[in-house]
């Protein structure tokens, strides 16, 4: 556990990084938390000590967590370069990549690159599951149920996950793409 004056400066360095990225002046962010404009000017140089409710107003006002204000610094980067990032052939000319190389409990999210006129079967889920296909580039039809939706860049297409589904490159000269987002239902359901 941080000692009290850590806290203090990690609310600070949060609050005025927060409002910040909010282009909110003090002024305005006291108005929307309904406190005094002294608060914040004291909460942001690690002189004040705000009581529970203050923080839920000014957390409330800024739209985060109360956790997000108090929160330690967190400086978790890391770069991933594309040739380490692992790909599977997925269908005919369609290659497919996690889009977040972490796992993201209960969901897939993946990147689909289809070489032109490329084809897929999609891999059927639990009952309950959503997915999500956003096409960013070229056109894409995708086939749910035997009905046909055809998608270009900008489209988005939503379905139930457990039912027939086939992804395919309309184009035969030109390459699309896209990302696939599966929210997996909980076994059990």
């Not at 990549?97 to 689909?112: D, F, G, K, T, W």
């Not at 690159?113 to 995708?142: D, K, N, Q």
């Not at 749910?144 to 998608?151: M, S, T, W």
Request: glycine share 8%; proline share 7%.
């Amino acid at each position: 556990m941080d000692r009290p004056e850590l806290v203090a400066a990690h609310l600070a360095r949060n609050l005025v990084a927060l409002r910040h990225v909010r282009n909110l002046t003090q002024g305005a962010l006291a108005k929307a938390a309904g406190v005094p404009r002294s608060t914040i000017s004291n909460l942001e140089s690690s002189s004040g000590n705000p009581s529970l409710t203050v923080l839920v107003k000014v957390a409330g006002a800024l739209g985060v967590p109360l956790d997000e204000l108090l929160a330690s610094p967190r400086a978790k980067v890391r770069k991933w370069q594309r040739n380490e990032l692992a790909s599977q052939s997925a269908g005919r000319g369609v290659t497919v990549r996690s889009l977040i190389p972490e796992r993201v409990p209960e969901e897939l999210l993946n990147i689909m690159e289809f070489a032109p006129g490329a084809s897929m079967r999609g891999s059927p889920h639990l009952p309950g599951t959503r997915e999500f296909f956003t096409c960013l580039g070229g056109a894409v039809t995708i086939f749910v149920a035997g009905d046909r939706f055809d998608l270009e860049a900008g489209d988005v297409l939503a379905f139930p996950g457990n039912v027939p589904h086939s992804y395919k490159n309309p184009d035969s000269s030109r390459a699309a793409h896209g990302v696939s987002a599966v929210i997996l239902a909980k076994s059990g359901i």
